[in-house]
């Protein structure tokens, strides 16, 4: 068995018969010997092994270039180098996957434009490796804060006949060869399906009999925007609470902000310490400053007076009615409130047609978690619960009601208020890391024109 090298540099004492296996970062011939940093991605940094001429396999040391594959076996000894506690000190090594002098991935910084363009090796580089990391270590982190609060993972379909969000920017699903005279009857499923924009209404189904749920998966939208935070394809976490109001989801959606800001700071310090000093020097302090504080809680309404009155001019006009855009978003969180905010009470005309009515019949229960450098990372309603207003909501959105006649059993068969909220997880990411394109959270990212890899 070999060992990770995160393993290995964590080693409390000097080892005798040590096995490494990885991908040479770099090589330094010196006289007699030669340096040879190894990575195997388990964490941040290399070790660093030493090879002295006579050692086994050395001949070939020519062969050993940034990009091979090797296996280095020998004794770990406290490094004499700055900046390193153990080095390998090799007696043997093996070459096992060549690397020629066309390997992409070379020592001086490349651009994240070019690493997109070889986003099959770029994992192996120093952000993209901590990026990775990170994304893993947090979607365990989601797992378990809900799991640890009795919310019950719930795997939504992924292929879907309705549209949940109403906005028309779904993927179709078909087996129809695109011929003039195809019918829908006779496609595949025997109507039109697509790929779904949201678990949402089959989550609703669920906390509707099992109190709390959660969904976590991959998400799509045809949406044509090519623009940093929108993905055709992503992740989204979606929770569902029986027998709960706008205010309980808020609460919900601000504390699980919170604490991922604070897992990832336990959990992945060392990968945050690179995005601190290479990414966003001013991210440390960020995700403190989220886990400490409370976040700014502000009605629509109140929301569009302050950027009225603001005296700066967006790109965007703002009035009422209208969806807040990105850079609106972004001043009320950057710049005004200097805090995450959570923006509720929008009008109805903007948004979906589940969101409950309020009393004042022209806002619907709907909340928006904007976060500084993103905007917009959650997107959330309590849901309206009284059959006769969800038929009229629908009529209102121009929605045929035979279509949802599922989802509004949900309301005649022991209706109870509910809510819940989706949160984009490469957005939280790029909250979390500093990382400022959504192309570069994710592992093979989905843009318009784009599904190379
Ligand atoms: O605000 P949205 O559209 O809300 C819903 O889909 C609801 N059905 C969620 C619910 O209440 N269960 O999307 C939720 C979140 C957004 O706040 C954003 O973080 C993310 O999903 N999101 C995207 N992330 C990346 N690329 C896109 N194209 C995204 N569209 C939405
Ligand atoms: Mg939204």
């Known amino acids: 068995m070999h060992t990770l090298i995160k393993n290995i540099l964590a080693a409390a004492e000097p080892k005798d018969a040590v096995t490494v296996k990885g991908w040479v970062r770099t090589r330094r011939d010196a006289k007699g010997f030669s ?8 964490c941040f940094g290399s070790l660093q092994c030493v090879v002295d001429a006579g050692t086994p396999g050395y001949d070939g040391i020519a062969h050993f270039t940034t990009g091979a594959s090797a296996v280095i076996e020998g004794k770990l000894v406290p490094s004499p180098a700055q900046g390193q506690k153990w080095e390998l000190r090799a007696t043997k090594i093996e070459l096992v996957g060549l690397a020629d002098a066309t390997y992409p991935l070379q020592k001086k910084g490349h651009t994240l434009e070019f690493l997109r363009s070889i986003a099959h090796l770029r994992p192996r580089s120093n952000l993209f490796g ?18 640890s609060r009795d919310f019950f993972y719930v795997q939504t379909p992924i292929i879907t006949a309705s549209d949940c969000e109403g906005a028309g920017e779904m993927f179709r699903v078909t087996t129809l060869k695109g011929k003039p005279d195809d019918k829908p009857e006779a496609d595949f499923f025997g109507k039109p399906t697509f790929l779904t924009v949201s678990g949402q209404l089959e989550a609703e189904t669920f906390a509707c009999a099992i109190s709390n749920v959660y969904t976590f998966g991959p998400t799509f939208r045809a949406e044509n925007s090519n623009t940093a935070r929108h993905a055709a394809e992503f992740w989204m976490i979606e929770p569902e609470m029986a027998f709960c109001d706008l205010n309980g989801d808020m609460d919900l959606g601000e504390e699980f902000i919170k604490a991922m800001a604070r897992y990832a700071l336990e959990h992945c310090a060392e990968d945050l310490a690179f995005f601190s000093k290479f990414v966003d020097k001013g991210l440390g302090e960020r995700l403190k400053f989220v886990t400490e504080r409370p976040f700014v809680r ?15 001019k967006f790109e965007f006009p703002v009035s009422y009615g209208q969806n807040l855009q990105s850079e609106h978003e972004r001043f009320l969180t950057e710049e005004h409130f200097k805090s995450p905010t959570t923006v509720f009470n929008y009008p109805r005309e903007i948004k979906p047609f589940y969101m409950r009515l309020n009393d004042d019949q022209k806002t619907v229960t709907a909340m928006d978690v904007l976060v500084p450098g993103i905007g917009e990372v959650i997107g959330g ?7 006769a207003q969800l038929a009229e909501n629908m009529k209102f959105h121009k929605l045929n009601e035979q279509d949802y006649w599922w989802y509004a059993d949900l309301r005649k068969y022991g209706t109870v208020p509910h809510a819940g909220f989706g949160l984009g997880f490469e957005r939280l990411l790029m909250f979390l890391t500093g990382v400022s394109n959504i192309r570069d959270v994710i592992p093979f990212a989905r843009t318009p024109g784009n599904a190379e890899f």
């Open 130 to 147: 901590a990026v990775f990391r990170t994304r893993s270590r947090l979607a365990l982190a989601v797992h378990q804060f809900f799991q």
């Open 35 to 42: 340096f040879l940093e190894l990575n195997d991605g388990s």
């Open 381 to 387: 309603a309590q849901r309206e619960e009284r059959p």
């Open 298 to 312: 502000v009605p629509y309404t109140e929301a569009v007076e302050i950027l009225n009155k603001s005296g700066r």
